[in-house]
């Protein structure tokens, strides 16, 4: 489904994502854990094109990412974004902000395009709260919004960017509980997360960045568990058992 090989991206002198290669398959779940500053958010805008690479390449299924080619407004409606800060439109209700991407950027008729944004809502656990707008909303519910929105695109696959990072610890669990669902729907998921629970309840996969080199990758359970390298050990340490 995704496919990185040797990819490289700088600001000006500083090379922040340093020759990764990594493959995510159909239905798979791919957690990217890693410190501040590591280059995982980077990571995940040059897989959706919101940013360029200098080096290497990225394929979405077969399909080269190049963020100024006509082509990447297809690759963007087949793999989906959620961001740490939700980046909902202040101005528009919950059902606008949902059938805003298939309507204006896929053509679909409003009226089919607001019924499955209704269904939408009430999957995510939003049912009545279509018409409000994201200042009435608290964290946890405009991030559940911006999942809906997300799956509105019908995506192959979805780039979540530090979802619950924002949200205040009791949001948190709302959130997951509608990853989860994803995950078992069989979602292909790249989530960049600090959650190691959810990762390792539901990642199929685990990779650690760490100056934006791929240090470790592996299965969930043995990479958390078990990891090889001394700095992911000390990475998940320090996380897991903060002094």
Known sequence: ????????????????????????????????????????????????????????EIRVAGQLVDRNSRGIKAIRTRVSMVFQRFNLFSNRTAIENVIEGPVHVKGEPRAEAEARARALLARVGLSGKEDARPGELSGGQQQRVAIARALAMRPDAILFDEPTSALDPELVGDVLRVMRGLAA??????????????????????????????????????????????????????VLHPI
Not at 27 to 56: D, F, H, M, Q
Not at 203 to 225: K, M, S
């Open 1 to 56: 489904m995704i496919a990185l090989t040797d990819v490289r991206k700088r600001y000006g002198a500083l090379e922040v994502i340093k020759g990764v290669s990594a493959t995510v398959t159909k239905g798979e779940v791919v957690c990217v854990i890693g410190p501040s500053g590591s280059g995982k958010s980077t990571l995940l805008r040059c897989i959706n094109g919101l940013e360029a690479y200098e080096g290497g």
């Open 185 to 238: 729907d069989g979602m292909t998921m790249i989530v960049v997360t600090h959650e190691m629970g959810f990762a390792r309840e539901v990642a199929d996969r685990v990779l650690f960045l760490d100056g934006g080199v791929l240090v470790e990758q592996g299965p969930a359970a043995e990479i958390l568990n078990h990891p090889r390298h001394p700095r992911t050990l000390d990475f998940l340490q320090r």
